[in-house]
């Protein structure tokens, strides 16, 4: 019961923190902010500490399921796919695509990567760094009601 518990706060925190991040403080950020360049330097570390944040909260919740025999097998595997899945998109966001947009970004110059011939392809890979914020999203969702 203790373990079970022990997840759903987890589950909850990831949830709560990513939607968090990329729901209310990035779009703060951006809507009140008058530099752009500010706003994207600053939601850039919020997102890179959202990012050590999913991975502790995914190999928390793994060890805590790793303890945890009790349980439906179905529900209990459903949990670890959902936990892999959203590690992976972590994964694949923040080791695979920031750094590419942060070089992007450094390369831009006091000007900003909007302002630069760098817009085409920091647009494309901001967009596929979304999606894949919001497909995570999503599966937290599913994850906090799994629990």
Same mark, same amino acid.
């Given at each position: 019961?203790?373990?079970?518990?022990?997840?759903?706060?987890?589950?909850?925190?990831?949830a709560g923190s990513l939607w968090t991040v990329?729901?209310?403080a990035a779009p703060t950020l951006f809507?009140?902010?008058?530099d752009r360049?500010?706003?994207g330097t600053i939601a850039a570390s919020l997102?890179?500490?959202?990012? =050590? *944040?999913s991975i502790a909260c995914a190999l928390l919740l793994l060890l805590l399921l790793w303890l945890d025999k009790t349980g439906v097998p179905g529900a209990r595997r459903t949990t670890v796919v959902l936990a892999l899945v959203m590690l992976a998109?972590? =994964? *694949?966001?923040?080791?695979?695509l920031q750094p590419e947009m942060a070089a992007l970004r450094a390369a831009a110059g006091p000007g900003g990567v909007m302002e630069s011939a760098a817009k085409g392809r920091f647009g494309m890979l901001h967009g596929i760094s979304s999606s894949i914020?919001?497909?995570?999203?999503?599966?937290?969702?599913w994850l906090v009601v799994k629990q």
């Open positions: 019961m203790m373990l079970a518990r022990a997840r759903l706060l987890v589950a909850t925190a990831w990329g729901y209310l809507g009140t902010l008058s360049v500010l706003a997102f890179h500490v959202q990012a =050590l *944040v998109c972590t =994964l *694949v966001s923040h080791f695979g914020y919001l497909f995570q999203s999503l599966l937290a969702a």
